[in-house]
């Protein structure tokens, strides 16, 4: 699939004409909280974000690092990113790699989590709802504290 | 079970900017309390143990070359 934003997301309900979004990035003010790190490891993700502000980094940073417990969104830097090779996002590439299309669901039509992130986000612009059912994995930083 | 939190002014007359500040405000005491929230779900093991996320490239996004930047760090 061409990485750009697609025009019918999966119930995004945008117009898929924004730049895409990197749904794992750093903790920062402006950036978008979409998800929380569960217990059992997968992301609940928000059905709409919330936009980080100076209190919320505060605060979150007196505990562990935000980018352990929660997953933040902010626009894709494509080049200007050490993630991004080949024309396309390295990290999905290597989740999707990892998990398989046995837990990627390939192929099945299956329910996605409510997103809210999904029409201008750049993995499901890359690899459509095979993305969308492996994102949740994803723990931005699970590097040793 | 979805979890929505809903304030409910009813017939209330207010402005649009009104209903903006309300909404800043909502938004804000969510954030303020997820923001101590912390399952330790990271610790569940699924990846080699790395960054998978967004990472600046400082020297791209800062336009140099590998040559610009040896020699700023004083190495030729």
């Known amino acids: ?145 | 079970m979805k979890k929505r939190f809903v304030v409910d002014l009813g017939a209330l007359e207010i402005s649009d900017r009104d209903v903006e500040q309300v909404e800043t405000a909502i938004q804000k005491a969510a954030l303020s309390a997820l923001a101590e929230v912390d399952f330790n779900g990271d610790l569940v093991a699924r990846f080699p143990r790395e960054w998978l996320g967004l990472w600046i490239d400082i020297a791209k996004n800062i336009q140099i070359n590998d040559k610009e930047f040896r020699e700023f760090a004083g190495r030729s």
Do not use: Y
């Open chain 1, 1 to 145: 699939m061409t990485p750009q934003a697609v025009s019918d997301p999966v119930g995004c309900g945008t117009t898929g004409d924004e730049p895409l979004n990197c749904p794992s990035a750093p903790a920062a003010v402006g950036a978008k909280l979409i998800g929380i790190v569960q217990r059992n490891g997968r992301v609940g993700l928000f059905g709409k974000s919330l936009t980080v502000d100076a209190d919320f980094l505060e605060k979150a940073r007196r505990g562990r690092a935000p980018e352990k417990r929660f997953r933040f969104a902010s626009p894709c830097l494509q080049g200007g990113c050490k993630q991004w090779g080949e024309g396309q996002c390295g990290v999905i590439r290597r989740v999707l790699d990892a998990l398989g299309n046995d837990r990627t669901g390939a192929g099945e039509d299956a329910g996605l989590q409510p997103c809210a992130l999904r029409g201008t986000c750049r993995w499901f612009a890359e690899h459509g709802r095979a993305a969308c059912r492996a994102c949740p994995e994803v723990v931005t930083d699970t590097q040793e504290a």
